[in-house]
């Protein structure tokens, strides 16, 4: 059983700085994905931020330049680096495995951002 627990998230003003963490246990297969996606009230879910395999980055428009994906293999655990925070990225922040050998889709509970003065 995939398991997803994010962790980090919180109050910050306009212009700071948060870097969630979303720990993995369960075993998912070498071919995969991983990512952070963000829902806020009223709102579609979207995809923030992925990272596959084999290294490779993907970024929503709106957080290029500002925010980075990366993972710790040791620790099985997905980071998400966010910079240069602003209102509009208030939202839920959810971790996302996408095991591709299994067709298997996991989710985490997610964790609140707030970004405010």
């Known amino acids: 059983q995939v398991q997803l627990v994010e962790s980090g998230g919180g109050l910050v003003q306009p212009g700071g700085s948060l870097r969630l963490s979303c720990a993995v246990s369960?075993?998912?297969?070498?071919?995969?994905?991983m990512g952070w996606y963000r829902q806020a009230p009223g709102t579609e879910r979207e995809s923030v931020a992925g990272?596959?395999?084999?290294?490779?980055?993907n970024y929503g428009d709106s957080v290029k330049g500002r925010f980075t994906i990366s993972r710790n293999n040791a620790k099985n655990t997905l980071y998400l680096q966010m910079n240069s925070l602003k209102p509009e990225d208030t939202a839920v922040y959810y971790c996302?495995?996408?095991?591709?050998?299994?067709?298997?889709?996991?989710w985490g509970k997610g964790t609140p951002v707030t970004v405010s003065s």
């Open positions: 996302h495995v996408f095991d591709f050998s299994r067709d298997m889709r996991y």
């Open positions: 369960g075993s998912i297969s070498s071919i995969h994905s």
């Open positions: 990272l596959t395999s084999d290294g490779s980055t």
